[in-house]
């Protein structure tokens, strides 16, 4: 039973240039959560995401930033016009319908130069 | 094979306990060693730990890092209800290139 992945591993843009991060939570899972982590600090929530719905996007920057979980394929989280601000690790985790438990993928490292 | 184990994997204590919680790892280029607090949405970040034999504190919780014997412990005294969550543990290796995170061990303090 493969864990939660993600790709690419590691994503370097240029500024202005766009991000795409994509998920593939655990078989049998149909939420997926995003995270950033910048250096030196913990986890921020980013969004929650059921398939084809968005249940929670409080900790998402209103622009730029978007976020999908279609009916078939990985979650996707796209950053537009990304900012060296940007860089960071961004994490993605997947829980059961009615499950507490989060299962934490590798995580995409992205560096904006 | 990169990988964080966690034991216990679920542990049942009453208020007033005192928990010890296990990380233990094998990573290549170790950077450190992080432990989170998770309840219903966002894991809150507790410790990050990035040399041996140094205890962090922080209220009633504490941590301590072995990087010879690779493995670090959370311990949680006067445990409350409130210390009812799941509690990871994540390597931080390769200069921050990588996050290998633990399955975690859920906690529940009983009245």
């Known amino acids: 039973n493969a864990g939660v992945m993600q790709n690419p591993r590691h994503l370097v843009r240029r500024r202005g240039q766009e991000a795409r991060l994509r998920c593939s939570p655990m078989?049998?899972?149909?939420?997926v959560y995003w995270y950033r982590q910048l250096p030196e600090e913990g986890l921020k929530f980013m969004v929650y995401?059921?398939?084809?719905?968005?249940?929670?996007e409080s900790g998402m920057p209103k622009e730029r930033f978007s976020a999908e979980f279609p009916k078939e394929g990985p979650s996707i989280l796209r950053i537009q016009q990304v900012v060296r601000g940007d860089s960071a690790a961004y994490f993605c985790?997947?829980?059961?319908?009615?499950?507490?438990?989060?299962?934490f993928g590798p995580g995409t490292r992205l560096t904006v130069t | 094979e990169d990988k964080v184990v966690q034991s216990p994997l679920s542990l049942v204590v009453h208020e007033g306990d005192t928990v010890t919680l296990n990380c233990s790892y094998e990573?290549?280029?170790?950077?450190?060693l992080l432990w989170y607090k998770q309840e219903k949405k966002a894991p809150t970040f507790l410790f990050m730990l990035t040399s041996s034999g140094i205890e962090k504190k922080s209220g009633r919780l504490s941590s301590i890092l072995d990087k010879k014997e690779l493995f670090s412990i959370l311990n949680i005294t006067a445990t409350q209800t409130g210390d009812s969550a799941i509690y990871l543990c994540?390597?931080?290796?390769?200069?921050?290139?990588?996050?290998?995170f633990g399955p975690g061990t859920r906690l529940s303090v009983l009245p």
């Open positions: 985790a997947s829980s059961p319908l009615g499950g507490n438990e989060q299962y």
């Open positions: 994540a390597v931080e290796e390769n200069y921050g290139q990588n996050f290998v």
């Open positions: 995401l059921q398939k084809e719905n968005i249940i929670d």
């Open positions: 990573v290549t280029n170790f950077r450190s």
């Open positions: 078989k049998g899972h149909s939420h």
